[in-house]
């Protein structure tokens, strides 16, 4: 194969074959290569995209978490390049939990992991966030609390209610990440949601929910009655 695109027949070309045949025609490769816009001397931008993919096991999800320098691992991507594809990958997210105009309230434990699972279904740590809600329902605010290691992190009540009070949120949804994979609480998972609950009540404040995310599945305490 040669190593220069522009030899190749039109409509195998990556940016040509989109324009002609629309977006959902290209594959992972192809939509990479056009991100790298080229390749090297030895390889064409399809070819790196190719062995890039094949460093993530064909893992579009394994291959958002990579570091920019676990990216130069495939030779012929630079700093330039990797940071550009990390640049693309962030937007994605950040498009995948933008609250949609269609969807302005949390009618459900669905609604929410929609909204806030992409920040944290891929991570290899803990975070807990929480979801402010106004008295329809409607999201006013979301923002990320503390941050641990492996198998857990700290829920701090105190803070947690003083910012709900500081945005005049009559509820709240307290959001945290399993990186373990198990969706299921532990026992302080229950004690932590029975406490905020509590303390969230004195203000006026309800928990809604405490949802634990844990790859692409959750497990939500209002769903189970908890």
Partial sequence: M???IKTWQI??????????????SLTNAELIA????????????????RELLELSDNKLMALSQFSVEKIKETQGIGDTKAITILAA?????RLCSEIPESIPLIHSSADAVQIISPYLRTLQHEECWVMFLN??????????????GISS??????????KAVEKLASSIILVHNHPSGSPYPGEQDR??????????????????????IAGNKFYSFSDENC
């Fill in 2 to 4: 040669t190593n220069n």
């Fill in 11 to 24: 409509e195998e070309r990556p940016r040509e074959k989109l324009i002609a045949k629309g977006k959902e």
């Fill in 34 to 49: 056009i991100i790298l816009r080229s390749g090297n001397k030895e390889k064409t931008a399809v070819d790196l995209a």
């Fill in 89 to 93: 990958f962030e937007l994605g997210m």
């Fill in 135 to 148: 008295k329809a329902n409607k999201l006013i605010g979301k923002e990320k609390i503390s941050q641990g």
């Fill in 153 to 162: 992190t700290v829920i701090d009540i105190k803070i947690i209610v003083k």
């Fill in 191 to 212: 004690k932590q949601t029975a406490a905020l609950k509590e303390a969230a009540s004195y203000f006026d404040i309800s928990l809604l929910d405490h949802i634990i």
